[in-house]
């Protein structure tokens, strides 16, 4: 029996259990209490787990070679199917999506136990799931806008879950109209491939580019361009994600690990033999990413609500992603975008153990001091931090000095987008060590002695994202390419960038390792032992900049105004326009002309009506005139 009898249903499993297990709870939750509803879903998660490392495993021992299954033809001419894909990269999605759902959803057990809509939580969880692993699954672009569209609108659900509060019900919609500012771009890049090639077929479309024109090319990557940035919260439409962080934190680490976020990263790795034949959509890539990691950097190191940090630390990661794929380094995008999912969901889990304890409490200025009260929790944290600052061995060293390298082999200009990438890796190891010394370590003041460790729910599954966050970085280093080994199949038709060799990868990691290592000491300097309390700042004519950085980091440059204001306001007044426009003048109009209409002929007719027998006469006898004119008039109408 071939592999593709052996996967045929087996690896369609994990992508429509979380979507039965959604419906199952929705239809029963008024009878399911919160142990029955963790029963369902966690087995139901465990399952798909289960299910997707089997496929993996079987992929791999066919060397990885892709398994495409069409469930139905819905169009004939053009090309239009339903179908799903099981490669190398599709199944890399399918086992992270899968795993972290389950450790996630194990941590919402406890962390969601007495919230009274507990089982709505679960029933978005597994839909948010489902639709993701449609996304990744899909054979074709339309399946892929599909998932692409049920993740905005499931994201929408977790995000404003909590909408009594004013400000969930805003980041709900915050994040569902700038999604669409992208979403919009994406479809018009579908409707150019589908009139191009006449399908939608990715391995048709990705085996068959090159007889078209260039501009065809690069117009088709700049629009699936734009919908990567809603979707992956680039430059910029990022101002979504950190107003995100008003859902369940639970939710925040499923949509900002390896779920929502990096379907962006996903989408152009997938389209990587298209998008390697424009230069202009990789140099715009690599610059927009580049912006957005600066900018979400800098913006993280005067944040003080504890999921904002790690908010602007994720758009900050995804921005090295992009830089990793507009350098033709699509192995080390996705690297990172493994090991990213790992150390962040520790990190959001983590934050969401220190606000359970902390009674909800997110201002990490209240904190301070908690490594005594939560030492797991803190040393979870504090792999996390270490992992995300590219300290080795961890993960985040191997993912994060593989781009840095790549960025820098392809020379030129390259040279000094390396050393902008170098000095957003520096912001990023100081504010995430600020995060944990003022979280853990600085005495902020705040008595804490009723802060206790979190439940066992909670922390197990942050001790088993740590032992990852360590050793998951070892399957793809310069000694070992494993990663780049299960990629093999699916760019085998593409140029990838090559690492540089000898004494020069050396120097490169070290100068990657110098660069972590300083912002963490920095940060130590500042928030461990207070260093700047020491110094005259207004001897040295210090208070003025560090006062002016403050304001414009706190701020975000001003550009999340400029989001709410271009995006959000501008969305609003063009609805109200078109409501005006088609609910008032179409709709309400053409109501209205008919009211008006059978009033009008209502009241001439009831003027026929007198009670009076002759005028009944009358009138069946002029109706009897006007038949037969018309019998006699008809032989003379020509035919």
Partial sequence: MCLEDKLEFIFLLPIFLPLLTSIFLFLNKKLFNELVTNFFTLNGALLSFAIASYSFVALALNKFKAVNIELFQWISNPDISIGFTLDGLSGIMLVLVTGLSFVIQLFSTSYMEK???HSNYFVYFNFFVFSMLLLVMSSNFLVMFFGWELVGLSSYLLISFWSKKPEAAKAGNKAFVINRVGDFGFLIGLMIILDTYNTFDFYEILHNSTGVT????????????????????????????????????????????????????????????ILQHSK???????IFGLITALLAAFSAINQY?????????????LGFMFIAIGSGAYVAAIFHLVTHAFFKALLFLGAGAVIHSMHHEQDI?????????????????????????????????????????????????????????????????????????????????????????APKAMTRPLVLLGIFSVFIGFINTPFFHGLEKV?????????????????????????????????????????????????DLQKFKL???????????????????????????????????????????????SVN???????????????????LVRSYVVYFGLFLLLLIALFIATPLVPR
């Fill in 365 to 453: 200025r209240k904190m301070g001091q908690l490594r005594k009260r939560m030492p797991t929790t803190a040393a979870m944290m504090g792999i996390g931090t270490l992992a995300i600052s590219g300290i080795p061995p961890l993960a985040g060293f191997w993912s994060k000095d593989e781009i840095l390298a790549s960025v820098f082999a392809n020379g030129g200009i390259y040279y000094i987008f390396w050393a902008l990438t170098l000095g957003a890796a520096f912001l990023t190891a100081f504010y995430m060590g600020r995060h944990w010394l003022l979280i853990f370590e600085k005495d902020n003041g705040f008595d804490h002695s009723d802060v206790i460790e």
């Fill in 487 to 535: 990629l093999h199949v699916t760019l085998e038709n593409v140029e990838v960038t090559h690492l540089p060799e000898g004494i020069t990868l050396v120097v490169l990691a070290v100068l990657s390792i110098g660069a972590g290592f300083t912002g963490l000491i920095i940060a130590f300097l500042l928030f461990g032992i207070e260093l700047h309390k020491r110094i």
């Fill in 214 to 273: 260039e501009s065809t090319i690069t117009a088709i990557s700049l629009f699936l361009l734009l919908g990567a940035f809603g979707k992956s919260a680039q430059f910029p439409l990022f101002s979504w994600l950190p107003d995100a962080m008003e859902g369940p934190t639970p939710a925040s680490a499923l949509i900002h690990a390896a779920t929502m976020v990096t379907a962006g990263v996903f989408m152009l790795v997938r389209i990587s033999p």
């Fill in 543 to 589: 208070e003025y900049p560090i006062n002016l950085i403050k304001d414009l980091s706190l701020n975000v440059l001003y550009l999340n105004k400029f989001g709410n204001l271009f995006f959000i306001s501008g969305m609003k007044n063009l609805s109200r326009k078109v409501a005006v426009v088609v609910d008032g003048m179409l709709i309400d109009g």
């Fill in 115 to 117: 919230d009274e809509n």
């Fill in 593 to 611: 002309f008919v009211s008006t209409a059978f009033n009008k002929t209502s009241k001439i007719t009831s003027t026929t009506q007198t009670g």
């Fill in 305 to 317: 609500d504890i999921k904002k940090v790690l908010a602007y630390s994720t758009i900050s990661q």
């Fill in 280 to 286: 202009l959509a990789s140099l715009l890539i690599i």
